[in-house]
């Protein structure tokens, strides 16, 4: 199936993306299960997603055949929903860290451009970017529109975080979610009863659902949704190395923030234009050479 993947992320995936999102997304997530999306043609295209710019923010056509020149820029479009596997309509993490890995190993790719533009998306999305980063030797610029929840996980470890302008850019939303959807009624009513029976060794296997579909979410909260978002606080903060203003009402607890916001309490380091994101690439990669050249 071209979505089984997707389709399990969907299902059983932990997720952490702005509520705007999860609500305009459900027809799509809705029809993905369904299977009705199989005879659409996909949309997919390399190009608008992965591509090399000069050093002074040209786009270079190189389409893998001729040598990248010396000092470019790697550049990688990270925009709409994030899952952890691609399908054919659209980019999963594993493939944007296989584009970045391949900008890394490039001798001539003098650093790393993210534009993003996400609402979030599966948590299983950020662990791959998240070993990138622990893997990266060059510098790394995010310029973020919207850089809310999974997004914000992602971006986090940048050397520089940029936000695009104060209008529409919004980066936050540090949180984890789950809903669950409870079909018992209307199978009663096809007359359809359910029975689920664990074994006597496993009294706890699915407890924490079995008590959410309940309207009991103690379990649910305790085991899976809090841990996860103690670990994003936890690594949100170290990311930022002390910048991150946490006195801020709402700030660790899943509130968005404008672009002027984002810098002033921390999420960020500066707004600007595409320009000062090139030269902030630039002027890294040239602080990173001579620290390796004197050590």
Known sequence: MLFSRTAKEIRSGLWAISPFSAMASLQLAHKILAGETQGEASTKLDAAVRYVINEDGYPIETKGLEQTPKNSIGVIEIVGEMIKYGNPYCYGADEYVAMARGFEEDPNIIGHLWIVDTPGGALGAVGPFRDFHNYRKKPLVSRVDMCASAGLWTVSPSD????????????????????????????????????????????????????????????????????????????????????????????????????????????????????????????????????????
């Open 160 to 295: 520089h975080i940029q936000v695009q302008n104060d209008i529409s850019s919004m980066m936050g939303s540090l949180g984890v979610m789950a809903t669950l959807m409870s079909y018992e009624k209307y199978y009663e009513e096809l007359g359809i009863k359910e029975h689920v029976i664990n074994a006597d060794p496993s009294s706890f296997k699915n407890k924490e659902f079995k008590e959410a579909l309940k309207g009991n979410y103690k379990l649910i909260k305790k085991y899976l949704l809090n841990p996860a978002a103690e670990k994003f606080q936890q690594h949100v903060k170290a990311d930022r190395g002390g910048k991150l203003n946490t006195s801020i009402e709402g700030i660790l607890e899943g509130r968005l923030f404008y672009g002027e916001e984002s810098v002033e309490y921390g999420f960020a380091d500066s707004i600007g234009t595409m320009e000062a994101a090139i030269e902030k690439v630039k002027e890294l990669a040239a602080v990173s050479d001579f620290m390796n050249s004197k050590f």
